[in-house]
Every structure is written in C-alpha cells, then in structure tokens.
C-alpha cells in the first residue's frame, strides 16, 4: 500500500519561499497524477496544483505566479515550492495521488506538513 | 469557476443517522468524491464516484448524487465519525479544475 509523507520546515518568514518535500513509499511514482493541497481554518482545502509523472504541470491560477511543483523519480519524491510568502500562505501542505485528471479521485494522503509564515 | 455549498455543520446522535449535503449547479452530471479529514491525520477517501466505498471503509459510508445535490450518509454514527468531510470534483472546462465544497464538521453527541 502506498505511502506519503510531507516533510520540511514548520516555519518560514514572510517574503521567503516555503520548500516541502512529499516521499512516495509502497508505490512508483509513474503513472499517476500528484498533487499539492492545502487546509487553512479559514479556506477549508485548496488545490495548489499537480504534476504529471512525465513532467506536465497545472497550477491554481491564484498561485501559479509562485508557485513550483516538480520531482524525482530518482527518490520518489514530489517537491513543492512556493514563494514570496505571506501570512495567508499559514497552512497544513498536503500531497494526494491520483490516477488521472477529469473525474478521478484522490485516493491516498499524506499526514500534512503545518507551516506557520510569520517573523 | 465552479462552486460547491457545503453547510458548515452538522450535528448528529450516536447510532443515528447524519446526512451532509453538497451542492452545486447540475451536480448529478459529475463525479462527486468525498473525504474525511481529521486534524493530524492524513484526509481518506470515503466515497468515490458519488456512491463507491473504497476497500476499508465501513458499509455505513454511502453516497449519492443527483440534481443539484450530492449526499453523504453515514449510518449508525460513532464518535469515530466526528470529522470535517469535503465534497470534490473536477471542473475540465476552468483552469481551476479541482473543486472542494468548503466543508462540513460532523459533530457526534
């Protein structure tokens, strides 16, 4: 069964760029679709955007101009990059998996990473 | 962009039945998945395709989608159940195309 996991900094200040990094466990990252998603207490789930396992992109348009997904499938890991932060960015960063786009679900979460942006 | 209503809360009795509603313009012509979320823990995939249980999930999780509404049941509510559950579904036709309903908390007690 696969695994995800977020990892990186539970802190970061404004202005700077959040890095986070979901590991993939049990599972290849070819064939599926990854995807960043965010919960804030006051904006319920967010999509960020998603990858592609080839390498194609798609981002939400209210972030696209910050932000930057990528991976290596060397690691199995998918990295998210996001920056120029502010304290709206305050969030609980999750990755998800799924198998296509236009209909299909996401069918495995990782625990979710919290990053604070403040000073 | 596409919009999913969600109410914010829903409260239900232990062994009772709890219905959280998402709606959404022609909703019945998508594909309506559904999780849920607690904190510290990672968001599961509840009902898939409006009404399909994935392998684990409890036969009191089911799901249905019509009309406007789409509809999550869970039956025989424990305190277990307490959760934020989200409403999903994909909009090809924006460039926004993944779409959360803004979440229900399910109360039990």
């Known amino acids: 069964q696969v695994h995800l996991q977020e990892s990186g900094p539970g802190l970061v200040k404004p202005s700077e760029t959040l890095s986070l990094t979901c590991s993939v466990s049990?599972?290849?990252?070819?064939?599926?679709?990854w995807t960043w998603i965010r919960h804030s207490p006051g904006k319920g789930l967010e999509w960020i955007g998603y990858?592609?396992?080839?390498?194609?992109?798609d981002y939400n348009p209210s972030l696209s101009s910050r932000v930057t997904i990528s991976l290596d499938k060397s690691r199995n890991q998918i990295s998210l990059s996001l920056n120029s932060v502010t304290a709206a960015d305050t969030a609980v960063y999750y990755c998800?998996?799924?198998?296509?786009?236009?209909?299909?679900?996401?069918?495995?979460w990782g625990q979710g990473n919290l990053v604070i942006v403040s000073s | 962009s596409y919009v999913l209503t969600q109410p914010p809360s829903v409260s239900v009795a232990p062994g009772k039945t709890a219905t959280i509603t998402c709606g959404g313009h022609?909703?019945?012509?998508?594909?309506v998945h559904w999780y849920q979320r607690k904190p510290g823990q990672a968001p599961v995939l509840v009902i898939s395709?409006?009404?399909d249980r994935p392998s684990g999930i409890p036969e009191r999780f089911s799901g249905s989608n019509s009309g406007n509404t789409a509809t999550l049941t869970i039956t025989r509510a424990v305190a277990g159940d307490e959760a934020d559950y989200y409403c999903?579904?994909?909009?090809?036709?924006?460039?926004?195309?993944?779409?959360f309903g803004g979440g229900t908390k399910l109360t039990v007690l």
């Open positions: 049990g599972g290849s990252i070819n064939s599926y679709y």
């Open positions: 022609s909703i019945g012509s998508r594909s």
């Open positions: 998800a998996r799924g198998a296509g786009t236009s209909g299909y679900p996401f069918d495995s």
């Open positions: 999903q579904v994909w909009d090809g036709s924006s460039d926004h195309p993944v779409v």
């Open positions: 395709y409006d009404s």
């Open positions: 990858i592609y396992y080839i390498g194609t992109t």
